[in-house]
């Protein structure tokens, strides 16, 4: 058999630089975002601020739901209830501290306490990921799709609360 030689490619000097950009090529970038910020503005356009003393039902829902379980951890805790076989310990009173705060921040319509808000969302939904991958039953993987489904739903809702929110004025600085 004769021996097949293979057509090696031609490779480029390394000391070739890459071309610098176009004028084509920036003109490109520039109405790409131009286009992105013409959609911008007109999302920005539709959405009105929140009147005063206007209170949408995600965050309504959302403080309810902060004080129920600010209240349900402060009954174990007056109840003594052990937990994995420990006591209350002052990282509970902590965490019905917090809770009551983001309660009373979600209803004075706090940019923050919004914030917080759907962090725990956040958190949750990734708990239930986790346990809905150890889900053995049925009732664990009606838990775990509703433990993604519902904090999902409303974080959703409150991102879109949030956006109508109008951001604190930082305090002038002195010069």
């Not at 174990?76 to 009373?104: C, E, Q, T, Y």
């Not at 775990?144 to 904090?151: E, I, M, R, S, T």
Request: charged share 20%.
């Amino acid at each position: 058999m004769a021996e097949q030689r293979r057509k090696r490619k031609q490779r480029k000097p390394i000391s070739e630089a890459p071309k610098p950009p176009t004028e084509r090529d920036n003109d490109w970038v520039a109405r790409y975002a131009a286009r992105g910020e013409a959609k911008n503005a007109e999302a920005r356009a539709k959405l009105k601020p929140l009147e005063p003393g206007e209170r949408p039902w995600p965050l309504l829902v959302a403080a309810a739901l902060s004080a129920a379980v600010a209240i349900y951890t402060l009954v174990l805790m007056i109840l003594n209830h052990k937990v994995d076989g420990h006591r209350p310990s002052a990282v509970w009173g902590v965490w019905v501290v917090a809770m009551l705060v983001v309660a009373v921040g979600l209803l004075n319509r706090w940019y923050q306490a919004i914030l917080s808000f759907i962090a725990l969302c956040v958190g949750l939904m990734l708990l239930s990921a986790v346990l809905l991958m150890r889900a053995s039953n049925l009732t664990g993987l009606i838990l775990g799709v509703a433990g993604l489904a519902v904090p999902g739903y409303l974080m959703w809702k409150l991102v879109g609360v949030l956006a109508r929110v109008q951001m604190p004025t930082p305090p002038q600085r002195r010069k």
